[in-house]
């Protein structure tokens, strides 16, 4: 239930970003969609922050889940297990982006398969599901719980937003881009939703909470002729996926910032062999570092979850500022990006006291570092 009210808040931002796109089908996302409606020169440059630290964060969080999972196999401190795999999925986006997308193709088709594994064998068994007591009784009246739930099960939501950003490399941007994102968030709710309530009939939620390695724990309970461990595998990858992509377009945008002298020139250096950003991939690995081997990942994952939302706020608005520019295009109704702007500020104003205060901090950063480097932009 949780994810699929997350998925209504997404859908309603999916369909704002189409309108957008099919209005500037420009390769350049909540950005230039910001800069078109308020004719600003920092608020674009905030929202990039906000993504960009959107994606460090998220970084941050797939590390702690990479160091749940890998516990199945070695008992090593979880720290230890964070730098490790921060440091590796670095290297990669430091090498270059061709070694990049065959990582991220590779862990992409593991990812589905397992997910699809959990559905087909928990869709299968279900019938011998001793469905748990304690599930049943927080089902019975999911109140204000429901909506937590999903201000932090919107995370699981996040890249829908990126297709924005191809959308010069599409042969016809404006039918083709919002066909993509209403299509990826249907998909993405199907899985997770079945995923959600698989779970939940194998496994009580007090258990899922507890465990480091949840879809492990459901496959063993599931009892399925497939050994957990495959499983294990299979979110070992998936996890790394999400890091590696998270990686690859945080640093890319810091590289962008400090191209437009919202961040220091020397971020905007580039290797001389591999033509990375260097400079910018150290930063993402330093703070990233700092954040999965220091925080944990509920708050982690909801300070994704606010930076994303506001992000979402600010198209949402957009939307509706642009209401008089002539297009060719379709409009929405004028209450759907209300609506939006409405949910995302309730699925913000729902989030915990730690992550507002984590994405709240990198925000008000955001703020500060726009103010004192507009000076230096070039005239």
Known sequence: MAFLAAFVVA?????????LIAKFPKSAGASYYVSKAFKSKKLPLLVGWFVACGCIVSL?????????YSQQFINIPDS?????FISVLSFINFRGMSES?????????LE???LLLIIVFGLYFLDSADIPQASLAAEASPGWGLWIGASLAFYAFMGFEDLANVAEEAKNPQKHIPIAIM???????????????????????????KSSAPLVLVMQKINAPLSPTVIAVISLFAVANTALLNGITGSRLLYGM???????A????????????????????????????????EVLAGATSLLLLLTFCMVHISVIRLRKVETKSFQLPIFIPIIGVSTCLFLIALLPREQHMMGGGVALMGLVLVTFYQKKRAP
């Open 258 to 264: 400090a191209e437009e002298n919202l961040l220091p």
């Open 101 to 109: 997308s065959f990582v991220n193709m590779f862990c992409t088709a």
């Open 60 to 68: 941050a969080a797939a590390s702690r889940a990479f160091a749940g």
């Open 183 to 209: 299509c990826s968030l249907v998909v993405a709710a199907l899985f997770y939703t079945l995923i959600g309530w698989i779970s939940t009939e194998f496994v009580s939620t007090e258990d899922l909470v």
């Open 80 to 84: 230890l297990l964070v730098v490790l």
């Open 266 to 297: 020397k971020i905007f250096a580039v290797h001389e062999k591999n033509k990375t950003p260097h400079v910018a991939i150290g930063i993402v690995f330093i703070i990233a570092i700092l954040l999965g081997v220091f925080s944990n990942i």
């Open 112 to 114: 589905a398969t397992g």
């Open 11 to 19: 859908a309603l931002t999916g369909l704002s970003y189409s309108e």
